[in-house]
Nanobody, 120 residues
């Protein structure tokens, strides 16, 4: 059974930092991109960042470049370092595995999400 489990969410003040982690299990992920998406209350789920299996190729939502950094520790583990957080970054953050894309529909496997709240 494939599982993606996120961790690292929480409450942080404006300007603070958080590091999210995701561990995938249940199959080999060596040919999968691992990605992060987020969904704010009342909004659609949106792409945040993705990384290929080598960890060398990444892509980001343009407006998040420079503040968010995705890294792949190994075949099964991906991190999202977030700095200079803003209240508008408040959302549930989801880990996903699939082919390269910025589209929700392309990712086959999903975690349950971890909540990030940025207070002003």
């Amino acid at each position: 059974q494939v599982r993606l489990v996120e961790s690292g969410g929480g409450l942080v003040q404006r300007g603070g930092s958080l590091r999210l982690s995701c561990v995938a299990s249940g199959r080999t992920f060596s040919n999968y991109h691992l990605a992060w998406f987020r969904q704010a209350p009342g909004k659609e789920r949106e792409f945040v960042a993705t990384v290929d299996w080598t960890g060398n190729n990444t892509d980001y939502k343009d407006s998040l470049r420079g503040r968010f950094t995705i890294s792949r520790e190994n075949e099964n583990t991906v991190h999202l370092q977030m700095i200079s957080l803003k209240p508008e970054d408040t959302a549930d953050y989801y880990c996903a595995a699939g082919s390269y894309s910025t589209s929700v529909s392309t990712y086959k496997y999903w975690g349950q999400g971890t909540q990030v709240t940025v207070s002003s």
